[in-house]
């Protein structure tokens, strides 16, 4: 199922023409209940609830940033279901995606012990371009508010486990106190504007999996993990 949630509050006035404008994708995925869908409508529209029901499929959502006085940043934001490991689907659900965030529930050991088996899969079906290297993955250990279990306990063992797996960094987040969403955010874009060795042409960077202005959109429905 996709739908198109946005967030315009933080777009760039009209009429500023000298702004350069970029449009990247990023996946959101994990296991179930880890809270992704918690922490993209926290991000996107500064809300959250206790009652969003399983994404299934994939829903996606686009958050507009000033990144500085000359760009504006979109990140097309792909919460991805969390049993679509176990499918045939997450190749085209990855493409073209030049970021990701993978998270886990500290509360759950099990959710942790899957976060590289995302990553595997992620490094396994998107490349970037033109040296084929690995996207960026920023590691959520999300409900931060909670009691924390396992290796989340102890930051240096984090720090270690983000080395040696390939993740660019982890943040401690909690979409229910709005916690680290904005600072792991800005950590994998900073990563994603390093990346692009086309940026400094005047064209939009869009990728072409997906048009968020297609017409007629498909209907929205609560989805998604608390």
């Known amino acids: ?36 869908t918690s922490i993209i409508k926290r991000f996107v529209h500064n809300i959250f609830s206790m009652h969003y029901k399983s994404t299934i499929g994939v829903d996606f959502a686009l958050k507009v940033i000033n990144w500085d006085e000359n760009s504006v940043v979109r990140l097309q934001l792909w919460d991805i279901a969390g049993q679509e490991r176990f499918g045939n689907m997450t190749r085209v659900y990855y493409k073209e ?4 965030m993978v998270v886990f529930d500290v509360t759950r050991v099990t959710t942790f012990e899957a976060v590289q088996k995302w990553k595997n899969d992620i490094d396994a079906k998107v490349l970037l371009p033109p040296d084929n290297r690995p996207i960026p993955v920023v590691l959520l250990a999300n409900k931060c508010d909670l009691a924390k279990e396992g290796i989340c306990e102890d930051k240096r063992q984090m720090d270690k486990f983000c080395e040696e797996h390939g993740f660019i960094g982890w943040f401690e987040t909690s979409a229910k106190d709005d916690l680290g969403i904005e600072d792991a955010s800005k950590h994998l874009v900073g990563k994603i504007l390093e990346n692009d060795t086309t940026r400094g042409s005047n064209a939009p960077k869009k990728p072409s999996g997906v048009s968020l202005d297609a017409r007629p959109a498909p209907q929205q429905k609560d989805s998604g993990c608390c």
């Open 1 to 36: 199922t996709l739908f198109r949630s946005e967030d315009t509050s933080t777009m760039a006035e009209d009429g500023d023409d000298a702004a350069n404008e970029y449009l990247y994708k990023v996946l959101v995925v994990g296991d179930i209940g880890t809270g992704k």
């Open 97 to 100: 995606a030049v970021g990701a």
